[in-house]
């Protein structure tokens, strides 16, 4: 088995390297692209592969065991074992590659603090909040564009302080999980900011998620909308 694709990101707030490669093998597990008892490849072609040294792997390849979803058997090499608690930094996000897994990335396209227009269901407990728009990707394929709205009552969105996952941010940043989403899949079409870099045209007709997200609060503190290119990515919703 080769090793799954990763390119590194190392901007400032990236998630740190070991970390992207445990996310990027705990979604290939998940998504069965990494079958249960399958031996990954030696370390230092592994590592290789992967263009990382030896200790970041096996820095990554601990994370992973320590969720239950890897064997390390010590003269024999390290098995998958799937069924593992994931408790990834990414599991509630649900595009994935046709074929299955990927790493998500973003690039933030804005970041501002303004009034809740009108076309935004009701959320939150001010009329204010941070909205981000951001372009995704799934490893090196880009996938969707996404604009999100944090609710002004949880806290401001800080651009220069922002890493690829959203939650993660709300956890060091500003004190709060999300604990529960609620999705709703649709199609709808692009935004007319979408970017001319994207891979369908402003208008055109794609896949499209909206989503709810509650803290520990009884309204929900964060909305966003997602448009994604199907021919890129699908939705994936696994029950356990």
Do not use: C
Request: aromatic content about 8%; hydrophobic content about 40%.
């Amino acid at each position: 088995m080769a090793a799954p694709r990763h390119k590194a990101v190392n901007n400032p707030n990236a998630l740190p390297v070991y970390v992207q490669i445990a996310e990027l093998l705990i979604r290939e597990i998940e998504a069965a692209r990494l079958l249960d008892g399958e031996r990954l490849p030696p370390e230092r072609e592994m590592a290789g592969q992967m263009k990382v040294s030896v200790g970041t792997l096996r820095k990554a390849l601990a994370e992973v065991e320590k969720r239950g979803m890897l064997e390390r058997v010590q003269g024999s090499g390290n098995y998958v074992r799937a069924g593992g608690k994931g408790d990834s930094v990414y599991a509630m996000f649900r595009l994935e590659l046709p074929e299955g897994g990927g790493l998500p990335r973003a690039d933030v396209l804005s970041v501002d603090v303004i009034e809740k227009p009108d076309d935004l269901p009701e959320f939150g407990r001010s009329d204010q909040g941070s909205r981000v728009r951001r372009m995704r990707y799934l490893n090196d394929t880009l996938i969707a564009v996404e604009e999100i709205w944090l609710d002004r009552s949880s806290g401001v969105i800080e651009a220069d302080l922002l890493s690829d996952s959203l939650y993660r941010y709300y956890q060091r940043q500003l004190g709060f999980w999300i604990t529960r989403i609620e999705d709703r899949v649709r199609i709808a079409p692009l935004p007319d900011w979408t970017p001319h870099r994207f891979t369908k045209p402003a208008g055109q007709i794609t896949g499209f998620i909206e989503r709810f997200s509650w803290s520990d609060q009884s309204e929900p503190v964060e909305y966003s909308r997602t448009w994604f290119d199907p021919d890129a990515a699908v939705y994936v919703q696994r029950l356990k």
